[in-house]
């Protein structure tokens, strides 16, 4: 007879495992530095370099800021709306909507967007519910989180999370296999929980920003080029407030006066600011009867200095393919609605690729949350879609308009879904609408079985009325 030990989880982490932690952990402290950079630039909190020339030492802690970095990347993400996920063979997409509203998932996912624009990644990560609860689907920064990729199998094999709550660090190790949970402790790492998964694959996937096929991290939208013209801005202005606290009072000179002039009564020198606000300037001739001559120098005229930032912020819409007006420039003739279209195209084409990549990342996310919940992945002829808001935001009369088109041609029947979202409408508004368009076909239909009952009750009457009343209109005789 054998005695069955369970298997107790290991307190301590094995050499592999405190191998892969430590070139992690390494890995995420040589990115920091870089994406606190980005960080800065989008709060505005850069330290702009002075070149020591025109801004002398008692200003050298003036700080200016342009927040065009911040503008051009949420510009970007507010055309990034995701709005519902449903399966692609048009079934019932109660079991996505479940997983996506215990997480909150759309309002996370904006965060998440807004984070790898700016960071160029972001991290999805993918576990167990609690106590039957649905899966649990987080989204992680990459200063809080790395990963290490296979190329050729587009997987992670192993990621990292760090954070430190209440004075503790804390570390999650991500294996495809098991996930583990460990605390800093006496300088190495305690294990206090591992969740063995068994899923073959690290649940954590990276939702990259401008990736290209040597780079597969991502980059920002705040590129070299941005940070470069905004730190050029930020001295421009810089340069604005030096001028005007040295040049904003016109400076003064007068020519052939005595030293009396600058005394008062009692002969005591008057003080320089003194001297400067007096309004009447009352001076004597000299030995030689002539009067000082008295004038000022022209005052600081600050239109060059708006010319250059206004060169900039053109330069600056390119780099972000925003219109110039949204970063504030603007000319003396105003763009014409349809120019403003235009000119926004640029910045259309980039959110619908956008859309593309995120949407790869959010449809694994909720096929690993179905793993999870299910024990088995979903078949893979089985698609996932995300719904998003259309990026380019035409006006409801121009979207119902194509969509009107679109029924009259035969090309979609009038009573799909797949027109009321070319209307505009939300994934909220296309239930309700549905869901009256049921109460209506009810109420149609109840209203023609009335009648229907009604005509049938009219001919089993017939006969005993024409036999009541002779068959002609008058009274029968029986």
Same mark, same amino acid.
């Given at each position: 007879?054998?005695? $069955?030990?369970?298997?107790?989880?290991?307190?301590?982490?094995?050499?592999?495992?405190?191998?892969?932690?430590?070139?992690?952990?390494?890995?995420?402290?040589? !990115?920091?530095?870089?994406?606190?950079?980005?960080?800065?630039?989008?709060?505005?909190?850069?330290? /702009?370099?002075?070149?020591?020339?025109?801004?002398?030492?008692?200003?050298?802690?003036?700080?200016?800021?342009?927040?065009?970095?911040?503008?051009?990347?949420?510009?970007?993400?507010? *055309?990034?709306?995701?709005?519902?996920?449903?399966?692609?063979?048009?079934?019932?997409?109660?079991?996505?909507?479940?997983?996506?509203?215990?997480?909150?998932?759309?309002?996370?996912?904006?965060?998440? !967007?807004?984070?790898?624009?700016?960071?160029?990644?972001?991290?999805?990560? $993918?576990?167990?519910?609690?106590?039957?609860? %649905?899966?649990?689907?987080?989204?992680?920064?990459?200063?809080?989180?790395?990963?290490?990729?296979?190329?050729?199998?587009?997987?992670?094999?192993?990621?990292?999370?760090?954070?430190?709550?209440?004075?503790?660090?804390? /570390?999650?190790?991500?294996?495809?296999?098991?996930? $583990?949970?460990?605390?800093?402790?006496?300088?190495?790492?305690?294990?206090?929980?591992?969740? $063995? !998964?068994?899923?073959?694959? /690290? %649940?954590?996937?990276?939702?990259?920003?401008?990736?290209?096929?040597?780079?597969?991290?991502?980059?920002?939208?705040?590129?070299?080029?941005?940070?470069?013209?905004?730190?050029?801005?930020? =001295? *421009?202005?810089?340069?604005?407030?030096?001028?005007?606290?040295?040049?904003?009072?016109?400076?003064?000179?007068?020519?052939?006066?005595?030293?009396?002039?600058?005394?008062?009564?009692?002969?005591?020198?008057?003080?320089?600011?003194?001297?400067?606000?007096?309004?009447?300037?009352?001076?004597?001739?000299?030995?030689?009867?002539?009067?000082?001559?008295?004038?000022?120098?022209?005052?600081?005229?600050?239109?060059?200095?708006?010319?250059?930032?206004?060169?900039?912020?053109?330069?600056?819409?390119?780099?972000?393919?925003?219109?110039?007006?949204?970063?504030?420039?603007?000319?003396?003739?105003?763009?014409?609605?349809?120019?403003?279209?235009?000119?926004?195209?640029?910045?259309?084409?980039?959110?619908? =690729?956008?859309?593309?990549?995120?949407?790869?990342?959010?449809?694994?996310?909720?096929?690993?949350?179905?793993?999870?919940?299910?024990?088995? %992945? %979903?078949?893979?002829?089985? *698609?996932?879609?995300?719904?998003?808001?259309?990026?380019?935001?035409?006006?409801?009369?121009?979207?119902?308009?194509?969509?009107?088109?679109?029924?009259?041609?035969?090309?979609?029947?009038?009573?799909?879904?797949?027109?009321?979202?070319?209307?505009?409408?939300?994934?909220?508004?296309?239930?309700?609408?549905?869901?009256?368009?049921?109460?209506?076909?009810?109420?149609?239909?109840?209203?023609?079985?009335?009648?229907?009952?009604?005509?049938?009750?009219?001919?089993?009457?017939?006969?005993?009325?024409?036999?009541?009343?002779?068959?002609?209109?008058?009274?029968?005789?029986?």
């Amino acid at each position: 007879m054998t005695t $069955v030990i369970p298997e107790l989880p290991a307190l301590s982490l094995s050499p592999d495992e405190l191998g892969l932690l430590t070139a992690l952990r390494t890995d995420l402290l040589s !990115h920091r530095f870089r994406l606190e950079l980005l960080d800065a630039y989008f709060n505005g909190e850069q330290i /702009v370099r002075d070149l020591g020339i025109s801004i002398p030492p008692q200003l050298k802690t003036l700080h200016t800021v342009i927040g065009w970095p911040r503008i051009g990347v949420e510009a970007l993400e507010q *055309r990034l709306d995701l709005e519902a996920f449903r399966w692609a063979d048009g079934s019932d997409a109660t079991n996505l909507e479940e997983i996506a509203e215990s997480n909150d998932l759309y309002d996370e996912a904006s965060l998440a !967007h807004l984070d790898a624009l700016t960071y160029g990644r972001e991290y999805v990560a $993918v576990g167990s519910g609690e106590d039957g609860d %649905p899966p649990l689907i987080t989204f992680e920064s990459p200063l809080d989180m790395t990963m290490f990729w296979d190329a050729r199998l587009r997987l992670a094999t192993a990621a990292l999370r760090e954070s430190v709550e209440d004075g503790l660090r804390i /570390v999650t190790l991500y294996l495809p296999d098991q996930t $583990v949970y460990a605390a800093e402790a006496d300088g190495g790492w305690e294990v206090f929980d591992r969740d $063995v !998964h068994n899923l073959g694959v /690290v %649940p954590v996937l990276r939702m990259a920003n401008r990736q290209r096929t040597a780079d597969r991290v991502g980059k920002s939208e705040i590129t070299p080029e941005v940070m470069s013209i905004t730190d050029a801005a930020c =001295r *421009r202005l810089m340069g604005i407030e030096v001028g005007a606290e040295f040049f904003q009072a016109p400076q003064r000179y007068i020519l052939g006066a005595s030293e009396q002039a600058f005394q008062d009564a009692e002969g005591n020198a008057k003080g320089a600011w003194e001297t400067y606000i007096g309004r009447v300037l009352a001076l004597e001739r000299d030995e030689d009867g002539n009067v000082p001559a008295v004038g000022q120098f022209a005052a600081h005229d600050p239109s060059g200095q708006t010319k250059i930032i206004d060169l900039y912020a053109r330069i600056m819409a390119t780099q972000l393919g925003l219109p110039p007006h949204m970063l504030g420039y603007t000319s003396d003739n105003p763009a014409s609605a349809d120019a403003i279209r235009s000119s926004e195209a640029m910045l259309v084409k980039k959110a619908e =690729r956008r859309i593309r990549r995120f949407s790869a990342t959010h449809r694994d996310a909720m096929r690993l949350a179905l793993w999870f919940r299910d024990g088995e %992945p %979903p078949p893979k002829e089985r *698609r996932i879609e995300c719904v998003w808001r259309n990026p380019a935001t035409p006006t409801i009369a121009a979207q119902t308009d194509a969509a009107v088109k679109m029924v009259q041609a035969g090309i979609l029947p009038a009573d799909g879904d797949v027109v009321l979202e070319m209307a505009g409408l939300s994934e909220d508004q296309r239930r309700r609408v549905a869901a009256e368009r049921r109460r209506s076909a009810g109420a149609a239909a109840g209203g023609q079985l009335m009648e229907r009952l009604a005509a049938l009750n009219g001919e089993q009457e017939l006969p005993l009325t024409a036999e009541v009343t002779g068959g002609d209109g008058g009274l029968g005789q029986r």
